[in-house]
């Protein structure tokens, strides 16, 4: 399967878009949240909720998430005049929460899809470990924008001096990265690195966004459904090449796979806030040119072309 190269209008891809694929719920997120048991009545919720000067907080049992309470359900209760019920009545059950591993883009998402205020951060034991709200994720991208900066300002070098330097009929810069299907802890580690190496070579910025994003996505693939891969960048003066193989259950019918919103990832990876079918669409909408080969059974073969 291959595309041709794209109109030249394509949707930019910014900074913050970039690192809100990097960066993690953990570290945006509020800690020390405060938070109510199943048994406290809801006389005792009104004086938390005044007190902290807060509109809801999550509901923990044995440090378990089990539900939040709002200040609407409060004012529920106070008409009903039930100051005596427990909040166990009146919370919501199994709520919408974020995991504190999860990309930001993820959170992003989420508040834009779901429209809600904040949402109660877990671990994958389902503890509660924090809250994040909106502002939390503005604040996290302008700490990490300062951070990356100053990081990148000390390694950074042209990658034209390389090209320049070198006489050579052709130059071809090799990238290797090894992926474990099913490794969801160093999920997006193999598309970090080759994005730090690839701004301290001092390619254009915004060719290293979508060479970031495009394989952040095919990375989570081979994380999601196969047992292993290797992704390869080649950088050349011109070009970016991005070659993406795994050993994995191959794709039965491509055209679908590329729809936005199609996915075949089973229901547990799912509850974990990953394979949401949007992968190979934010693929194809960074690169230049895109192949896609795939054999049932066998594996998958990708290769994103970005031009420089």
Same mark, same amino acid.
């Given at each position: 399967?291959?595309?041709?190269?794209?109109? $030249?209008?394509?949707?930019?891809?910014?900074?913050? &878009?970039?690192? =809100?694929?990097?960066?993690?719920?953990? *570290?945006?997120?509020?800690? %020390?949240?405060?938070?109510?048991?199943?048994?406290?009545?809801?006389?005792?919720?009104?004086?938390?909720?005044?007190?902290?000067?807060?509109?809801?907080?999550?509901?923990?049992?044995?440090?378990?998430?089990?539900?939040?309470?709002?200040?609407?359900?409060?004012?529920?209760?106070?008409?009903?005049?039930?100051? %005596?019920?427990?909040?166990?009545?009146?919370?919501?059950?199994?709520?919408?929460?974020?995991? $504190?591993?999860?990309?930001?883009? *993820? =959170?992003? +998402?989420?508040?834009?899809?779901?429209?809600?205020?904040? @949402?109660?951060?877990?671990?994958?034991?389902?503890?509660?470990?924090?809250?994040?709200?909106?502002?939390?994720?503005?604040? $996290?991208?302008?700490?990490?924008?300062?951070?990356?900066?100053?990081?990148?300002?000390?390694?950074?070098?042209?990658?034209? *001096?390389?090209?320049?330097?070198?006489?050579?009929?052709?130059?071809?810069?090799? @990238?290797?990265? &090894?992926?474990?299907?099913?490794? @969801?802890?160093?999920?997006?580690?193999? +598309?970090?690195?080759?994005?730090?190496?690839?701004?301290?070579?001092?390619?254009?910025?915004?060719?290293?966004?979508?060479?970031?994003?495009?394989?952040?996505? /095919?990375?989570?693939?081979?994380?999601?459904?196969?047992?292993? %891969?290797?992704?390869?960048? &080649?950088?050349?003066?011109?070009?970016?090449?991005?070659?993406?193989?795994?050993?994995?259950?191959?794709?039965?019918?491509?055209?679908?796979?590329?729809?936005?919103?199609? +996915?075949?990832?089973?229901?547990?990876?799912?509850?974990?806030? @990953?394979? /949401?079918?949007?992968?190979?669409?934010?693929?194809?909408?960074?690169?230049?040119?895109?192949?896609?080969? +795939?054999?049932?059974?066998?594996?998958?073969?990708?290769?994103?072309?970005?031009?420089?």
């Amino acid at each position: 399967m291959s595309h041709q190269p794209l109109p $030249a209008d394509r949707k930019e891809v910014t900074k913050l &878009q970039e690192l =809100a694929y990097e960066v993690r719920v953990e *570290h945006a997120m509020t800690k %020390g949240v405060v938070t109510v048991a199943p048994g406290t009545t809801i006389a005792e919720l009104r004086t938390v909720l005044r007190e902290n000067r807060i509109s809801g907080t999550p509901v923990v049992e044995e440090g378990r998430l089990v539900g939040v309470v709002s200040v609407e359900d409060l004012i529920e209760a106070l008409a009903a005049g039930e100051l %005596g019920t427990a909040v166990r009545e009146k919370m919501t059950p199994h709520p919408e929460v974020l995991y $504190a591993d999860e990309p930001l883009i *993820h =959170a992003v +998402s989420k508040f834009s899809r779901l429209g809600y205020g904040r @949402f109660p951060v877990v671990n994958r034991e389902g503890e509660l470990v924090g809250i994040i709200v909106q502002g939390d994720i503005v604040r $996290a991208l302008l700490q990490q924008l300062e951070v990356a900066y100053r990081e990148e300002e000390i390694h950074r070098y042209r990658a034209s *001096h390389i090209f320049e330097d070198i006489l050579a009929d052709r130059i071809v810069l090799v @990238f290797s990265y &090894q992926v474990v299907g099913g490794d @969801f802890e160093r999920a997006g580690e193999a +598309s970090s690195r080759l994005k730090r190496t690839l701004t301290r070579l001092g390619i254009d910025p915004r060719v290293v966004r979508r060479v970031a994003i495009a394989t952040y996505e /095919a990375e989570m693939n081979v994380v999601i459904y196969a047992e292993r %891969g290797e992704i390869t960048a &080649q950088v050349q003066p011109h070009q970016v090449r991005v070659e993406v193989t795994d050993e994995g259950p191959g794709i039965p019918d491509i055209e679908r796979a590329m729809e936005p919103g199609f +996915s075949t990832a089973p229901e547990w990876v799912r509850e974990m806030g @990953f394979g /949401a079918g949007m992968g190979l669409p934010n693929i194809q909408d960074c690169a230049d040119e895109l192949e896609l080969k +795939s054999e049932v059974g066998v594996g998958t073969h990708l290769v994103i072309l970005i031009d420089l």
